[in-house]
């Protein structure tokens, strides 16, 4: 799968999730995700996403070695994940299902063990 591609197959599944809007060029961002107000995620270029996490769910990734520390705003619980192939997508996406699944009070499917 080419880049561009690859890109578009990412954007729609985020927004395929439940309660997700895309809002682009939103601030310094190319793709911002939002659930209701809360901006959960953006994308810089092709695959360079950053996802904010709770502090614990950010060391717990970090320390599991699925996301790299956000290289401007680790502080915000912001990490980073690469998504460079089609082997990347399913990885990238358990960690966004994780973090709008377990941080929203009115997702139907919340888990109990977040």
């Not at 690859?6 to 309660?19: A, F, K, P, T, V």
């Not at 682009?24 to 810089?44: L, P, S, T, Y």
């Amino acid at each position: 799968m080419k880049s561009e591609e690859l890109h578009q197959e990412l954007r729609q599944r985020i927004l395929n999730l439940s309660g997700v809007t895309e809002r682009q060029n939103a601030g310094i961002h190319e793709d911002a995700f939002f659930v209701g107000r809360k901006m959960f995620m953006h994308i810089h270029g092709h695959g360079h996403c950053d996802i904010r996490l709770s502090k614990p769910d950010q060391a717990r990734v970090l320390a599991e070695g699925k996301a790299r520390a956000h290289r401007w705003a680790p502080e915000a619980g912001y990490v980073t994940l690469i998504v460079d192939d089609e082997e990347d997508l399913g990885p990238a996406m358990d960690l966004i299902r994780y973090e709008i699944i377990c941080h929203r009070s009115d997702w139907p499917d919340r888990a109990g063990d977040c």
